[in-house]
């Protein structure tokens, strides 16, 4: 498994012939398939496909899914869906496909992993050839028909944007459906189908709709102190949450249950360790999930992380790869939906975990679902790391 590593935070350099021989490759110019441009990552995109494995997806039907080749494929099986692990409620979802002729497939939208009515349950984005099927690719299927013919094996793009009843599709580029549901369903998994036929995926990514500033950069309005610890937060003259020193903590006002955090995180030193911790008991020190910053790792090899890894959920499941570096800007994703939970670091899922245990006020104890404050941390005396562009979007209810 092969990790991005962004450095300078966004970028990377190109020579020329090889941006002209990527710009054929991938939908956007200089953009290999399945990464993400710098534009798109300060914009807030994942990867829900890191190109390689099928990690963060759960198949709901016996048939032959497989990564491989820089796509998700199947042609064989028992018809049903392949699902992300985590459900998701307001966004906008990027996905190549490309279908053998005859080919009856889709692309479900706040679905459950078997939905029984695609009238009700689910919002499925059809991929069918116009012959042969009265909702053809770009429809809603018993929904909305979609315009135009978009018969192809070439690969093509979706881009989908669902907020709250109101969704837009987008069929490289152009305006295919624009569709209002007036009873809309407000979460669910997004699935790739098999019906029947070969198909493939490939880039597919999305960028939470509606998040919500957390901090003004000016101030801790917002925010609960606790000056007996030893951490101290202070704001710095460029708009950034800084903490020095620990132990100790910053935490939010507000409680959080469901929801998708992002922010940027930087590091000022060589294997410092902090953590945003979640569904925090309001008041009681550092007692939540947490989501584990550490950028260390064991015998010059990402793929061992010290310390759980930044983007691991201390104790419960650590990150499957470093992605961040120290000294550098990066971006965290952390995602929380019922007994599920997981993170992204640059866009790439790094963890994916749902906890089995019996339920518990105490997160420490068992499964916490009620709504919780958010924590920064303040690890030790070495701590010195800054936060900015922090924002979070609640879940809708299904």
């Known amino acids: 498994m092969t990790a991005p590593r962004n450095r300078r935070l966004w970028g990377f350099c190109l ?23 710098p534009d798109e990552l300060a914009e807030g995109w994942i990867r829900l496909f890191d190109g390689e494995t099928l990690f963060g997806w759960k198949a709901a039907s016996e048939a032959n899914w497989e990564a491989g080749d820089g796509v998700i ?15 998701f409620g307001n ?4 996905v190549d496909f490309r279908s053998a002729p005859g080919t009856n497939s889709g692309v479900f939208l706040r679905t459950s992993p078997k939905p029984t009515d695609v009238t009700r349950k689910c919002y499925e984005l059809n991929i069918a050839d116009a012959g042969d099927n009265p909702f053809p690719t770009g429809s809603f299927v018993q929904r909305q028909r979609s315009q135009g013919d978009h018969d192809s094996t070439d690969w093509q793009t979706f881009e989908v944007t669902a907020d709250g009843g109101h969704f837009l599709v987008k069929l490289d580029g152009q305006r295919v459906l624009d569709y209002t549901d007036p009873k809309p369903l407000g979460r669910g998994f997004i699935g790739l189908q098999l019906n029947s036929g ?18 003004n950069g000016k101030d801790l309005t917002g925010w609960k102190t606790y000056p007996e610890m ?8 460029e708009g950034w949450l800084n903490v020095k020193d620990g132990r100790g903590q ?49 015998d010059g090899d990402r793929t061992k992380p010290k310390d759980c890894g ?9 990150a499957r790869t ?29 963890s994916d975990w749902t906890d089995p245990r019996p339920s518990d006020e105490n997160p420490r104890k068992g499964l916490r679902l009620e709504a919780g404050t958010i924590i920064l941390q303040g690890h030790d005396p070495t701590t010195d790391l800054s936060f900015r562009n922090l924002r979070i979007a609640e879940l809708p209810e299904r």
């Open 15 to 37: 020579c020329l012939p090889v941006m002209l021989v990527l710009a054929e490759l991938g939908p956007a110019v200089g953009a290999q398939p399945n990464t993400l441009t």
């Open 73 to 87: 494929s199947v042609s064989e099986g028992e018809p049903g869906l392949l699902c992300t692990t985590s459900q």
């Open 91 to 94: 966004y906008v979802l990027k």
């Open 198 to 215: 070969k198909v493939e995926f490939r880039n597919v990514k999305l960028k939470p709709l509606g998040l919500a500033s957390m901090f």
């Open 230 to 237: 030893k951490s101290k937060f202070t704001v710095t003259p």
């Open 250 to 298: 910053l935490e939010t006002e507000g409680q959080y249950a469901d929801f998708t955090l992002q922010l940027d995180v930087f590091v000022n030193g060589e294997g410092l360790n902090s953590g945003i911790f979640f569904r925090s008991i309001p008041g009681d020190p550092m007692n939540g999930y947490e989501c584990q910053i550490h950028n260390g790792f064991l």
């Open 310 to 318: 930044t983007g691991g959920i201390f104790r419960r499941r650590d």
């Open 322 to 350: 470093v992605v961040a570096d120290d000294f550098e800007w990066f971006q965290m994703t952390l995602h929380a939906d019922d007994k599920h939970m997981a993170a992204w670091v640059n866009g790439y899922p790094v």
